[in-house]
């Protein structure tokens, strides 16, 4: 049986092999399995399991660039609108997902952290892209006079994203939303006037 | 050669490589050459790697345990100081173990999840038994008028932890300490009248 098989498709498959079993217990054969794919074809899209994670952390950033971009580019909400929007509809994905599924970036640092410095160099620099998108419009939002302005703008990004990576990490212990909505309650009454 | 092992000492060593591996990339062959252990021996120590890791959570969960008594039981310190304290000598570990080690507990549920009962409902059960001890305290600190009243002590007190798990993974992605400092600055911010 011949199978054209689309590395888009292929990366799809994987990433959510990776966000329920991880890096290290992922093996390619899981990737073929799931893919239906060969061996040679694999190592001809991607080279190396290595190789195969930064592309499916490519495709997972994308995604998530996409989806800043639907929310941080409305024009009927204001800046501090924008984030509450964005991380009220981040939980309740989350909610759908029935609180077992976490951030693909969050996984991969906790198992890799830095000591495999090609996907390390990919996580920070995607950590790194969202939390200026999103300093970006806390700024709006500071100039606004809606959120506080005694922090930078890119500490109060990371306050947000690093509350949210500890809350979806805590909600994943449990299976349960409560660290999720209690992130929502501090934080926003943090950052705003 | 015969070898005397004691059963402490191989899970201390385990310890060390699960916080550095994780769970799933952590054979068994690690531990038994580390330990320079036969696999008879871990089998009748442990019964299955699933147990050792369980062994391995009470171990560190004991460690942490002690750590906590000997900081909150200061009776110098006020509940709001002892926090204070708890707090900034966990940054201090974390630099002195150059940001690349993150909390077993923390990569542990990010990896496992609830995939494995027997390892998520010993996660879960340490989680909260470190949450009703720093609620303790918090509720002392509100009961002083030095902690604000307006969350319950165990709100804040998960408030505390989820917010160090955040920091702490963004911590390990960079190897850098600036997000446990951006921690210390908000969280005690938010938490203090």
Chains 1, 2 share one sequence.
Do not use: W
Request: hydrophobic content about 35%.
């Amino acid at each position: 049986m011949r199978q054209k098989h689309d590395k888009a498709a292929i990366i799809c498959e994987g990433v959510k092999i990776l966000r329920m079993k991880g890096y290290h217990d992922t093996g390619v054969d899981d990737i073929l399995k799931a893919c239906q794919l060969s061996s040679g074809s694999f190592y001809n899209f991607f080279k190396s399991k290595e190789g195969f994670a930064i592309q499916a952390l490519e495709q997972y950033n994308q995604v998530y660039q996409d989806y800043l971009d639907g929310i941080l580019k409305h024009t009927d909400l204001s800046p501090l609108e924008k984030l509450q929007r964005l991380y009220g509809s981040s939980v309740q994905r989350h909610v759908e997902d029935s609180c077992q599924l976490g951030c693909l970036l969050n996984s991969m640092t906790s198992e890799i952290g830095t000591t495999i410095p090609a996907i390390s160099k990919k996580i920070q620099a995607d950590f790194q892209l969202s939390s200026d998108r999103i300093a970006k419009t806390i700024r709006a939002g500071q100039e606004l006079g809606e959120i506080r302005i005694d922090y930078t703008a890119e500490d109060l990004a990371d306050f947000l994203i690093n509350g949210f990576i500890g809350a979806s990490t805590r909600m994943k212990a449990g299976a349960k939303p409560e660290p999720l909505h209690l992130f929502l309650r501090t934080a926003f009454e943090f950052i705003k006037v």
